[in-house]
């Protein structure tokens, strides 16, 4: 109702943002939660807040890891019951990564994911630029890298290894 609209304290919203902000990827630490457009919605009531997660990839081993983080900020920011939920239904797509966000995955030395869309083989196949030297000549070494989330890469112009962040 309009009454209870009244009560949702903005000032309050946002700073569950802020605190959500500082939390940092696990295997991204330039990367924050909300960059990676992780975080879905936040609701607070009082000092009690709600947070609404999507996870990267099913199963991803850094799930726990991401639910405590969030909790361990929001307590700092003074939050007092916190729920994390995991909505498994919706799904994530690195399209939705915007363009700083892909910026800052390069300056940290991880290949962007390219767009995503219905040309979605002829994707799979456009050459990776090397995120050290630009270059396009590079191979697929493993399609695995450090984690599921990224593919190993190697550039035959600077001969150095780098990551790619999976298209998905
Ligand atoms: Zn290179």
Redesign the pocket.
């Known amino acids: 109702m309009s009454s209870e609209q009244k009560q949702i304290d903005i000032s309050v919203e946002e700073k569950a943002w802020k605190a959500l902000n500082s939390v940092q990827d696990p295997e991204i630490p330039v990367l924050s939660l909300v960059d990676l457009q992780i975080i879905r919605s936040v609701r607070t009531k009082g000092n009690d807040v709600e947070v609404e997660m999507t996870p990267t990839f099913m199963g991803c081993p850094a799930l726990d890891r991401m639910k405590e983080d969030i909790q361990v900020r929001l307590r700092e920011a003074g939050f007092d019951e916190i729920t994390v939920n995991v909505d498994r239904t919706s799904s994530w797509s690195t399209d939705l990564l915007t363009e700083p966000t892909k910026e800052k995955l390069r300056v940290f030395g991880i290949a962007p994911p390219p767009k995503m869309n219905e040309t979605l083989p002829v994707t799979l196949l456009l050459p990776v630029s090397?995120p050290?030297?630009?270059?396009t000549k590079?191979n697929l070494e493993s399609p695995f890298g450090s984690t599921l989330c990224k593919q190993l890469y190697y550039?035959d112009?600077?001969r150095?290894s780098f990551e790619r962040f999976k298209p998905l």
């Open positions: 090397c050290f030297c630009g270059s590079t550039c112009s600077c150095q």
